[in-house]
C-alpha cells in the first residue's frame, strides 16, 4: 500500500509543475547570481581599483558570455514568462484578508513585475550600451556618476530592495512549492530565515552602493 502512494506522490510530483520550474529556476541560478553579483559589487568599498579589476576576474572564464546566456537569460525568461502568468490570473483580496501573509503575496508579484523592469534597465545600461561603445555603467566611474544622479540612484536603490524582497520571500515560498517545507512549524522557521536573508540583502546592497560613493550620499 505504501508503495503505491510513493510511487503516486512521486508521478504527481515530476516532472516539475510550471510553478515549480519557476521556484527552483529563482533558486538556481538566479538566486545564487544575485548573491555572486552583489558579492563582486561590494568590492565598490575598496575603491575604483579594486572593483573594476573584481569585474573584470568575474567575466574571465571564456565561457562567460554562454553561461551568461543560458545560465542566466534563458533561466531569466522562464522564471518571468511563468511569473507574468501567475500575476496575470492573481486576484487581490486584501482589503478583505488583512493577513500578513497575504500581503506577502502581493507585494511578491509585484516586487516581481518590478525586478523585470529593473533588470531590462540594468542590462541594457550595463552590458548593452558598453558593449558598443556606448557609456555605461560597467565602470566603478560610471556607477558613481549614474547613482549621483537623483532618479538614477532612486531607481537603483528601490530595484535592489524589490530583488532583495522577492528573492528572500521567494525562497520562503520556494521551500513550499517544491515540498521542502510541509508543516506549520518548519514554515515559520523559513520565514525566519527568508527574513534574515532579506537583511543580508539589503545590508550588501547598501554596501555596496556606499562603496559607488554618490555624491547623493554627501
Known sequence: MSEHVITGAAVRRFPLTGKQL?????????????????????????????????????????AFIFLEIVGLGIPILIHSVIGLQIVRRM???NSRYTYFRNLKYLL?????VGVLLFIGAHVVKARILPSFGTPGHE???????????????????LGMLGISY???????????????????QGMRRMEWASAFFFVILLCMSGLAIYGFQPTLLG
Do not use: C
Request: glycine share 8%.
Open 22 to 62: 519557476m521556484s527552483l529556476l529563482g533558486v538556481v541560478p538566479l538566486g545564487a547570481y544575485v548573491v555572486a553579483h552583489l558579492w563582486t559589487n561590494l568590492y565598490a568599498i575598496n575603491g575604483a581599483e579594486s572593483f573594476d579589476k573584481a569585474l573584470v576576474d568575474s567575466r574571465a572564464n571564456p
Open 91 to 93: 486576484r487581490v483580496n
Open 108 to 112: 511578491q508579484r509585484l516586487s516581481g
Open 139 to 157: 565602470t566603478w566611474a560610471g556607477m558613481h556618476e549614474a547613482l549621483s544622479e537623483p532618479v538614477t540612484f532612486t531607481v537603483y536603490a
Open 166 to 184: 522577492h528573492l528572500a520571500n521567494g525562497l520562503w515560498s520556494a521551500s513550499i512549492t517544491l515540498g521542502l517545507t510541509t508543516t506549520p
